[in-house]
């Protein structure tokens, strides 16, 4: 259910066979993503890593959870954004770019839109609750009051394999 204007990072282009350049900020947020999805793993929580990204610097980070904490809404697209709205003193998160390894479930899809984030930059899709794209498009939904701009699957290989790896050595 990949929508019109939904911009893949790395995605053919208008079906001419062209890949997407993938902006190098972009691979830098992912980046940073990637790290906190690694120290998620290391921890023994679902790889999800998120960083808040404004004007070129980190102003928020985190990685699931919900182990940790015994709560199953501690996920990073959340506490990412708490924490970015804390250091920057605000209430809205307009100016600001959301890097995270895997697409946003309901939760944090609607979490994304009340913190009014500019852009969201995910890595892997998620089939089963992806909420930017997969199996609906909460953070574009036409009816809200706010829709945000979105690039998916850049460094979506590596986001994919880091939680493959995971699952597989749960098994």
């Known amino acids: 259910m990949r929508k019109a204007g939904h ?9 001419k066979g062209r890949a ?3 902006a190098v900020e972009d691979l830098a947020g992912m980046q940073a993503a990637l790290v906190e ?4 793993a290391a921890g023994e929580e ?4 998120a960083a808040v990204v404004r004007d070129g610097a980190i102003v928020g980070r ?3 959870e919900t182990v940790a904490r015994r709560d199953p809404t501690a996920h990073a697209e959340l506490l990412a954004i708490q924490r970015a709205l804390a250091a920057l003193g605000a209430d809205r998160l307009d100016d600001c770019t959301l890097y995270v390894t895997l697409e946003p479930c309901a939760q944090c899809a609607g979490a994304i839109v009340l913190a009014k984030v500019g852009r969201l930059v995910f890595g892997a899709y998620d089939p089963k609750v ?3 794209g997969s199996i609906g498009d909460l953070v574009r939904h ?3 009051n706010h829709r945000v701009e979105v690039v998916s699957g850049v460094e979506a290989a590596a986001c994919g394999e880091l939680l493959q790896g995971f699952f597989r050595a749960k098994r």
């Open 7 to 15: 911009k893949e990072g790395g995605g053919r282009e208008g079906g």
């Open 62 to 64: 985190a990685h699931n």
């Open 142 to 144: 036409p009816r809200l």
């Open 130 to 132: 992806g909420m930017c």
């Open 37 to 40: 999805a690694r120290a998620a």
């Open 46 to 49: 679902v790889p999800v890593g």
């Open 20 to 22: 997407r350049p993938v």
